[in-house]
């Protein structure tokens, strides 16, 4: 088992273009969440899976946001129509239903120019 | 409303000294998680320790240890006889009865020779 991984690391995009990012979890981990952290602040909760169902939504996620999570596997995260307010570091994390704890992926970096 | 403070921006240190890095929360819930992640330059957040709001005992793990008081609401993280490899940002964050994690700003740790 080699972690929660992410991909791409790193994605420059234009500004009104899509991105999707990818994140596969530890194995046996139900649960999947997605965050994102701006320069200076502490990462920001968008949304959880448990499985495949999507249980939880921040009002962050706008409606440009859509993640899924189609075999409770790996979840994707994609933003539409990119502006430059979404360049942030984006984090995904997975954790086990029985235990409370998270473990962190290295995160995507997000630069909208 | 779930909210965590931690009001030291950045702290700057001599190798050898104890810092201690503070944390202060708030909660409605009567059973809640805190947490303390250290993120470093690499950009992955590393689970250091959970704590549950049943559980006032401290901690010790090495050089670190971990002072729980409900009393004041708050979560301090003490490393003692710093090292320059402690040198990243420090997270306190908190989980009520949802499952998103509450992260507090970041405390950032400089450690010098």
New interface residues.
């Given amino acids: 088992d080699t972690g929660v991984s992410q991909n791409p690391r790193h994605k420059i995009t234009k500004r009104g273009q899509n991105v999707t990012f990818r994140c596969d979890p530890i194995s046996e981990h139900n649960r999947l969440y997605w965050y994102r952290q701006t320069l200076g602040q502490g990462p920001e909760f968008l949304t959880y899976f448990q499985n495949e169902a999507q249980l939880e939504k921040s009002r962050l996620l706008s409606d440009r946001f859509s993640a899924e999570r189609p075999k409770g596997s790996f979840s994707t995260l994609e933003i539409q129509r990119t502006e430059q307010g979404d360049s942030a570091m984006y984090l995904c994390a997975s954790s086990p239903v029985t235990v409370y704890g998270y473990t962190f992926g290295s995160g995507t970096r997000l630069t909208v120019v | 409303a779930q909210k965590?403070t931690q009001a030291q921006t950045e702290i700057s240190v001599v190798e050898k000294e104890d810092v201690t890095l503070d944390c202060v929360y708030e909660t409605r819930d009567t059973t809640y998680?805190l947490?303390w992640?250290k993120q470093p330059p690499?950009?992955?957040?590393v689970?250091l320790i959970?704590r549950?709001s049943f559980d006032e005992q401290n901690e010790i793990s090495g050089r670190y240890s971990w002072n729980f008081q409900k009393s004041t609401s708050s979560f301090n993280f003490t490393i003692t006889a710093s090292q320059v490899v402690d040198s990243a940002v420090y997270?306190c964050?908190l989980?009520g009865s949802?499952?998103?994690?509450?992260?507090?700003?970041?405390t950032s740790l400089l450690v010098t020779p």
């Fill in positions: 965590v998680y947490f992640y690499s950009g992955e957040l689970f959970r549950n997270f964050a989980s949802g499952y998103a994690l509450n992260f507090g700003k970041g």
